[in-house]
């Protein structure tokens, strides 16, 4: 080997190995800072653009989840105003059953129609109000509403079920006058009480369909997020156990070094005499 004060082969040799072991010194470092085996796109482009996208989509079904959950409470407010509609009617048809009985004198008889009135206009009023954030799906003022189905603004749609009299086949006018119309009534009530809870039973359906869509959705968010996860996440173990390889080659590397730049004052042992 050419001894040199000029050029020290050894040297710039140990320098370069030193350099290298710094270099992936930081690139570990910054693997356990943020936990990713890739952070950017200079880490791979490929996985760094695939994992974005699938970012991308992941995040947009929360939008989607927040659209089936207003689904979700729209339909059970109209569920809640139709159980009390329901209810309403059963009592509305004992009220026509009571009145039709031709021994009933005058003033009971009045009370019981006067009772059914009140009955059957509580029922507008639990229709016009069964709204969430605006919207009913009970009233008869929509005819249908369509929500969030996946991330590329397909939709799932669910028909309103009108819970109002006219959609249950009466009228604001609805009553009886005497003991033959007020049975002639009680076929009238439960024919719209057939309706109402046929209406009910085909909410109840659409409700569970979104339920089960919204199930679907977060089962599909969770295996996206994972499967980012195995494209960009690190190895924390081995990034630890590397970690404490790459400083124990660094402090070997400055000794090998030092070293290799004490060889040149070897020379000056030539020219001593």
Do not use: C, Y
Request: no cysteine; hydrophobic share 40%.
């Amino acid at each position: 080997m050419l001894n040199s004060i000029n050029t020290n082969t050894s040297a710039m040799i140990a320098l370069q190995n030193l350099n290298s072991t710094a270099s992936e010194l930081a690139q570990t470092q910054t693997l356990i800072n943020t936990g990713k085996k890739i952070s950017s796109a200079k880490d791979n482009g490929a996985i760094w653009s695939m994992a974005k996208m699938q970012t991308s989509s992941a995040d947009s079904l929360n939008s989607v989840k927040d659209s089936l959950q207003r689904g979700q409470s729209t339909i059970d407010v109209a569920l809640a105003a139709g159980d009390t509609i329901t209810s309403l009617l059963s009592t509305m048809k004992e009220k026509a059953l009571a009145a039709s009985d031709t021994s009933l004198n005058t003033a009971s008889f009045n009370a019981l129609k006067a009772d059914f009135e009140s009955l059957r206009d509580q029922i507008t009023k639990a229709a016009t109000n069964a709204k969430f954030n605006g919207v009913s799906l009970a009233d008869g003022t929509t005819a249908k509403l369509a929500f969030l189905a996946n991330s590329d603004g397909g939709t799932l749609t669910i028909n309103a079920q009108t819970l109002s009299l006219t959609g249950l086949g009466l009228t604001a006018t609805s009553t009886f006058t005497d003991a033959a119309s007020a049975k002639t009534m009680i076929a009238t009530i439960t024919a719209s009480l057939q309706t109402a809870t046929n209406k009910l039973a085909s909410l109840g359906t659409a409700s569970t369909g979104l339920d089960t869509h919204l199930t679907f959705v977060g089962k599909l968010q969770d295996s996206l997020n994972a499967g980012v996860g195995n494209l960009v996440d690190a190895d924390m173990a081995k990034a630890s156990a590397k970690l404490q390889s790459l400083q124990t080659k660094q402090q070997l590397g400055v000794q090998a070094l030092s070293i290799a730049n004490q060889s040149p004052q070897s020379i000056l042992s030539l020219f001593k005499g």
